[in-house]
Structure formats: C-alpha cells, structure tokens
C-alpha cells in the first residue's frame, strides 16, 4: 500500500487500507475457531505473529457516512414504545441483531462493509451518467440538481396531508443524493478540483439531511404532546403510584418539557454516529474470540515453560481485570493494540445509542466483565414488586464508582470517555469529542443525566445512608441556551469554527425553538455579498414553508427575502418549470413583478405558453403579470418623443431593442380575454414607433395583433350581459387602433405609390446611322415601351387615387378627428393624452405634405390648392397643428403650384380665365 499512498485521497485511502485489512484478516480466520458448542477459555490461542506488522493506520476508525436509518423513535420517549432513555433496549428492526450472542457472524449483518453498497444495481445505472459529470467544473452540483424539482414535487404530495411525512420525504431524497455523490467521489480521480466540489456538496445534502431528521422529531413530537390523547396520558400517568426509578423517570419525562426535548436531541445526535459508523468488522478479527489479552497469555506461558535466564520484558503476571493498574506493568503490545481500537469502537457504539451492541462486543472479544460494567446504566424497575419497594442503589453507587475511576490516568482516554458518557462526567467525555455534533452530543447527555438522577433523589427513592453524590453533578443548574453558550467557550478551534456554519447555526436555533433568531441568521446571510450556496437557499425556502403550514408567527419580510432570493436562484439555475410555485408564495404585488421579471427573458413562443400555464396552476394573476412584462419591455426606451423632420423619408431601421418591444406583445395575445389589454398596450408601443418615423416597426406591432380583437372584446363583452355600451377605456382604445391603422395604410399607400412614380419605363433611343434590323428593332422596342408606359400610368392613377383616399382618411377622420377620444368618462391618462396630442402634431402635417408631394408631381394642382380649405376650415381646425415653419412651407407649396397653374394659362385657383 505504500506505493498509493501519496496520491490516494483520504477517504480512497482509507478504504484500501481496509481492503488491505480484510485480505489479511481472511488468512487469520482459520487460526481463531470457535464452535457453537465450545465455550471461552477451553483451549489456548497461540499468539499471533503475523499481527506484529500491524499497520498504523488501522488504529484509526474508518468512518463511511451512512444515512440509511430513519429519525429517532420519539415514542420511546413516551414510553409507548420499546425504547425508554437510560432503561430500555435499544430498538431493533426485522431482522438485525435479533441473534445470539455467539453467533460468529453479528458483525457482517450489524456493520455492512463501506464498499457492499457499490454493488448493487444502482451502481451499473450511475456509471455512464457520474463519468460525464466527473468532466464537468462542478460535478457535484451538477448531479444534485435534480433536488429542486423533487422538493416541489414532494410539497405537491404531501403539504395539504401529513406534513411530517413531507419533511421523512426531504430527508429521504437528501439521503438518496448523498449515496450518489459518494460513490461519485470514489470513482473520481483524487485531488481534482470539481471531485473536491462534489465533496463540498456532499457535507451540505449531509448537513440538511440530519436537519429534516432533527425537525423532524422535535416538532412532530410538540405536536403530539399538545393533542387532547397525549394530555389524558399525562393526568393517567401522573396519578399512577411511583415505586421505581422507572416509573420516576416516565413521569418526569411526560411532565418535563426540557428534559423531553434535550433527549431527543442526544437521540438526533446518535442517530447521525449511527449514520457514520461505519464498518470495523474487520478490525474485530484481531481480537480473541475465547479470552481477552492472549498474546499476554500466550508470552507468560513461554516464560514458565522456558528458562528464567536472557532479558525479559516485564508484563503483567495475572490477568484480572485490575491487573495493569494494581501492578503498574504493562500488557503485550499487541493486546494494548487490540485493547485501544476495543475501547475507541466501544466508544464509538456508544456515541451512536448502541449500548447493547457494546456489550455484545465486549462478550465477543471475550470481556464480559466489561460488558458488565456497561449494565448499569440503566434504572432499576421490577413491574413484579408493588408497593413499599423504593428500588436499589446502583445508579448512585455508579456515579460515585464512575468519578472515582476517571479520574485515573492510568485508564485509556477511550476508556475514560466511555464510563463518563454512562455517568454524566462531562469534563471526561470533551477530550474524545472532535467534532461539534460528538460536543453536543457530550454537552446534552450529561444534562439528561444530571436531571434524570436529581429527579430520581428529589423523588425520595435513594438510599439515605449512601454517600452524597459529587456537588459538581447535582449542582448544576442546565438549560438549553446554557449548552451552546458553553460550546462557544470551548477551547477546540475546530469545533468553534463549526459552530459558525450555516447548518450548525439553524441546528442549534432550531433546538431552542428560537424562530425570531433563526431568521434573523436567514437575513443577515442574505445581506452578505457572499452568495449562499444553492442547496442552502433551496433548504431554507422549503424551512419557512412548512414553518408557514404550521401556522407559526414568523417575520414577514425575512421570509419574503429568503423566497425572493431562492427564485432570483431559479431564476438564474433556468429552472423554467419551478418558480411560478415559489413566486405565488410571495406577496400579491411583489410575486407579480418578480414573475414578470423572470418572463421577460423568455422569447420562444411555446416556452411562453407553457410559462403562462405554470402560472395559472400557481394561482397567480397572469392578466396582471403580462400587464407588467410589456409595461416595463416598453418604458425601457427613454428617448422622448421628438418633432421629427418633414422629408419624406421611407422610413427609420428597426433596432434589436425595437425588436424585442415588438415581440412582447405575444405575452397578451394567448388569452382572449386580453384582447383590450393587448390594444391598449400595442397601441403604447406604436405611438412611440411612429414619432420616431419607425413605420415599419409599427406595422410589426400591428401585425401582432389578431384582426378579430375587436370582435373579440365586443363579443366577451355581451357575454356578461352587458346591456350599456363598452367601458369607455376599451372603446377609445379601439378607436385610437382604428387611426393607427389608418395612418399605417397612408403610410404604406404613398410607399407604394413613391416607389412606383419613381420606375417609369425608359424610352428607347434611336441608334444612329442605324441599320434596317436595327431600325425594325428600335421600333419594336418603342411599341412595348408605349404598351409599358401606358400601363405605368394606369398603375400610377390608381395608386394616385388610393393614396389620396387614405390620407384624406386620416385627416378627416371621423368623429373629432384623428387621434381624438370620443369617450371622455375615463380616468386621467395625462402621458396617454400628451403622446396623442403631439402626435397629431407630427402625423397631420406630415400626412399634409405627402398628399401635397402626390398632388404636384401627378399634375394635380387644382386639387392641391383645395387640400389648403381642408387646412384652414374651421370644421376640421387642421392649422392649429401646424407650426409656424410648416404653415410657411405650407404656402410655398400653394405659391408654387398657383405658378403652375398660371403657366397652363389658368388662374391661380386652377380656373379659366374668363374673357
């Protein structure tokens, strides 16, 4: 192995050191037989020499993160169940510790192998999808993104059911992602940068995993100590005579809500050892099967039967359990090995709630006086002994026995740590705990022990004549907020650093129950620079949600902060089908402008659809948001509107930007009942189009409208019943799209008609000096010029005609005028009423000067001099949106066609002379 060991990363290496370990350990089996029917201590076991090589690293545990349990039975708690703190079994499930104690193989069936979750059919599946991830920059984040999605799946299931069984589901889907990235990172390369990532992904989908399980069963739990059964329970119980210390400590529990809470949070903190555990059956191997110490045992063996001369290491020359201690010698070095990786997995059943699992292995390696010493933990209850009986003196005698011993510094720090964890000394038990979940776990299970036992002597069943117990275990006086003040004391950097992370903060505020602070927490993340990691926000979204399905009071803008900024995420991650969900979380004004806002990046027409539909199955007010999308794509332009000049040009180039506000009118154009939303807004658009001269882009927008809007809004309007008139907002809006359209023909009839009086055919020239087949040529080419020609001109008459028709319908439009309202009752539009004002002062004159520009070059000056009554009438008022340098150019356009006329030999009116 030393040849991989530079490379490999810690975990990799790791596991193959215990491959390495199980190849070994599968060449000792033969050496250590044990049948069913022999008993410890029938034969001597050799010694073993090839373990005199032993490597190193197999004293270190190897821990494989797991997540396959579910949350901690809180019922035990209640003692409905099978499991009662301190004095129950732990509970087991079908089929997993339900064997014998001799049986040789509890082991393999209690700790799978870290590596036998690898073979299974998932991994076949995940193979080709995790080898194209690896070659991504964040593989991690890659693979998990299919969380956000299940979340809101999962919300969909089960939000208006049993909400408890919505966070099980958020905790199984953390669980099944994190099984995914782990065997993502032990298929990658080590030290690369994206499976570093993968890794970082993995501690936070573990973070959150453990924090549903732990929301889990501190408020499914509050929600049944609250039920009218629960409270029955309690008056029964309550009533019920106390003989033991069982039955002391069941009412203690049903009436304590501290005690109640601070024991499911150490059964939360063992559920997750239980989680990492991981797999040392391969290390038990080394131990002895038949008796404990055998390499002593054989090595004293060899001295009596050898010669007493040569040099000898001393040892230990009985083997009572007091032996090292009462001697001060030492044991052989392979048994102090074997003792040390005993006592740290001892330890570490321990840390996971396995007390039991403890003792099973402590009789397996052939030390059931350890496994003795581990028994009294538990209180004494005999359901057979009623009345009188005021229970025995072990838990007392424990204790005083337990401080007395660990204050040995002879004993393994392991050994030290695992009888202070049974009695409550916490100064003990902080050496061995390296991380901030092992000091809590340290910190909340001495204090249900300091209360479980001041209870028990408050209640008058211990012995009177026994000694007191140490002041510092009765005296203190523990709380909740009295344990993360301590944690912030404490002299581990690496545990103070923990308590700063994003997860541990919310764990810690979720067990005092302290909402106000935790989202105080949530806002002050959200005002960093720092962006929080998607996983975080996501977890945080869902946390306020199911705060929300209880009915709790929580800050309002906090929570309207933590959604905003979980759909900006979406938002960002193109998580199209998502965020209409989330948005209708928010308020009504803020979750339309933030959806509008997310559509306005959207421009593929059926992804609009679909977009729009994720928003009615929201309940969101979809008229409003699409109000709001084309409001703000419209107003982005600030240019104001401007007295453009009077060339007649053809017309001004349609930008991107032009573009896009063309194109956002399809966002009213789904739904028929937004057909008047659709002309009063395109009718906005196109007002700002034509002051800029952009009449192609105006035609764009005009085009956007479906012809039968106006029947539409009529025909919707009838189906209400509606017996008066159109609103008046909808019926000037129609009868301004009317002038629109009818500006836009004009406009598109002098094009026409420009474009056409601009390509006369060509006469064909005589060659000189021509040739006969030239000359017949030339004359052949004039007859079809005259056939062309002829044509031109009936072509330019009717377009002469159409074009005069359409811009005398613009300026003489009916009722009031182009651009004019007919309905009145209406609010104040003061930027509306401003824009058509000015327009009829850009437009009329423009109009004016095109019909001019038709008339003089078709030769028809008669009419062009009466086109200046139309200006000065009083019926029409024209002249009064002309400026004083239009009117004068007016003039000159009268003056020069009057010369005209005068050269025909008429007057200037266009009349004959008479004689």
């Given amino acids: 192995m030393d040849w991989n060991q530079t490379w490999l990363s810690p975990l990799v290496r790791d596991t193959e050191v215990t491959r390495a370990a199980r190849r070994k350990s599968s060449h000792k089996k033969g050496a250590f037989p044990l049948a069913q029917d022999e008993t410890p201590g029938t034969s001597t076991t050799p010694a073993r020499p090839l373990l005199r090589q032993t490597p190193g690293s197999l004293l270190k ?19 409905t169940g099978s499991r009662t703190p301190r004095f129950f079994n732990t509970p087991r499930t079908k089929g997993s510790l339900s064997m014998n104690l001799d049986d040789s193989d509890w082991t393999n069936s209690l700790y799978p192998s870290p590596l036998s979750g690898l073979v299974d059919t998932s991994f076949t599946e995940d193979v080709s999808m995790s080898a194209l991830m690896l070659k991504e920059d964040d593989p991690g984040e890659a693979a998990s993104l299919g969380l956000f999605p299940d979340f809101l799946q999962s919300y969909l299931r089960h939000a208006s059911t049993d909400v408890f069984d919505l966070l099980e589901e958020y905790e199984a889907l953390c669980q099944d992602k994190v099984s995914m990235l782990q065997k993502m990172v032990l298929r990658s390369a080590p030290g690369q940068q994206n499976s570093s990532k993968t890794v970082s992904i993995t501690w936070l989908l573990q973070q959150e995993m453990v924090t549903w399980r732990l929301i889990t069963s501190l408020y499914r739990y509050n929600t049944l100590i609250h039920s009218t059964a629960y409270e029955l329970v309690v008056v029964f119980s309550l009533e019920m005579p106390t003989e033991s210390e069982k039955a002391v400590m069941e009412q203690f529990f049903q009436k304590g809500n501290m005690v109640r809470q601070s024991q499911l949070v150490v059964d939360w903190l063992e559920s997750i050892a239980k989680d990492e555990i991981g797999d040392f059956s391969d290390n038990i191997e080394y131990y002895a099967k038949s008796v404990y110490w055998e390499n002593t045992l054989h090595t004293l063996k060899l001295r009596r039967n050898q010669s007493s001369g040569g040099f000898s290491r001393p040892l230990v020359t009985e083997l009572d359990p007091d032996a090292p201690i009462r001697q001060k010698r030492p044991l052989a070095d392979l048994d102090r090995e074997d003792d040390t990786r005993l006592l740290k997995n001892l330890f570490n059943l321990i840390r996971a709630g396995m007390t039991d699992e403890a003792q099973r292995l402590c009789k397996r390696c052939g030390q059931a006086w350890r496994a003795a010493t581990l028994e009294g933990w538990k209180l004494y209850h005999d359901p057979n002994i009623n009345g009188g009986f ?140 720092t962006a929080l990691p998607a996983h975080l926000l996501r977890f945080m979204s869902h946390l306020v949600l199911f705060y929300r399905s209880l009915g709790m009071q929580l800050k309002v803008e906090v929570c309207v902060d933590v959604l905003k900024a979980y759909t900006s995420l979406l938002v960002k991650e193109k998580q199209v089908d998502l965020i209409a969900f989330y948005v209708s979380h928010l308020p009504a004004d803020m979750a339309v402008s933030q959806y509008a806002q ?111 809007s106006m029947r539409e809004i009529y025909r919707q309007w009838e189906e209400q019943g509606m017996d008066t008139p159109l609103p008046a907002e909808e019926e000037n809006a129609i009868r301004e799209h009317l002038c629109i359209r009818a500006y836009l023909e004009a406009h598109e009839a002098f094009n026409e008609w420009f474009k056409h009086m601009n390509c006369p055919p060509v006469k064909p020239t005589a060659p000189a000096q021509a040739k006969f087949t030239e000359k017949v040529a030339h004359e052949m080419k004039e007859a079809e010029y005259k056939i062309e020609y002829e044509n031109w001109q009936g072509r330019l008459g009717a377009l002469t005609e159409d074009v005069k028709e359409r811009i005398y319908n613009v300026l003489l439009f009916v009722d009031g005028g182009w651009m004019v309202d007919v309905r009145e009752d209406t609010e104040e539009d003061s930027e509306r009423s401003h824009q058509m004002t000015l327009l009829r002062r850009l437009c009329l004159p423009m109009m004016s000067f ?41 003039l000159q356009k009268m003056r020069e066609s009057s010369l005209l006329l005068l050269d025909k030999g008429l007057d200037p009116l266009g009349y004959e002379i008479q004689p």
């Fill in 61 to 79: 545990q190897t821990f494989t993160p797991r997540s396959a349990l579910r949350n901690p039975d809180v019922s035990a708690i209640l003692g």
């Fill in 598 to 708: 997310f559509l306005e990046e959207v421009t593929e027409t059926e992804q609009r659809k679909h977009c729009l539909g994720l928003a009615t199955q929201a309940g969101l007010d979809v008229a409003a948001i699409t109000k709001t999308v084309v409001e703000t794509i419209r107003e982005r332009d600030t240019d104001e509107f401007a007295h453009h000049d009077l060339t007649p040009a053809l017309d001004t180039a349609t930008t991107v930007e032009d573009q896009q506000k063309i194109d956002v009118i399809d966002w009213l154009v789904f739904d028929p009942a937004q057909r008047a939303e659709a002309l009063k807004q395109s009718n906005a658009i196109m007002r700002k189009f034509l002051a800029s001269k952009k009449h192609d882009a105006a035609k764009m927008v005009f085009a956007k409208v479906p012809e039968d």
């Fill in 850 to 890: 095109l019909l001019l520009t038709v008339l003089q070059r078709t030769e028809h000056h008669q009419e062009n001099l009466r086109l200046a009554d139309i200006i000065t009438s009083d019926q029409h008022r024209l002249y009064e949106v002309f400026s004083k340098d239009e009117l004068q150019k007016f």
């Fill in 390 to 529: 005021k229970g025995i003196v072990q838990p007392k005698l424990k204790i005083l026995f337990c401080f007395v011993l660990l204050y040995q510094e002879q004993f393994n720090k392991y050994e030290r740590a695992i009888y202070a964890a049974l009695s409550g000394n916490l100064k003990q038990l902080l050496p061995v705990c390296e991380s901030w979940e092992d000091t809590v776990w340290a910190y909340f299970r001495v204090m249900v022990d300091t209360l479980v036992e001041q209870e028990i002597c408050s209640s008058g069943l211990g012995s009177e004549e026994l000694e007191e117990l140490p002041r510092e275990f009765l005296e203190t006086n523990w709380t909740l907020e009295k344990v993360f003040e301590e944690l912030q004391a404490t002299e581990s950097k690496r545990v103070l650093d923990a308590t700063k992370e994003h997860y541990h903060l919310i764990q810690k505020l979720v067990i005092l129950g302290d909402l106000d602070g935790l989202l105080e927490e949530f806002n002050d993340w959200l005002g960093r620079s």
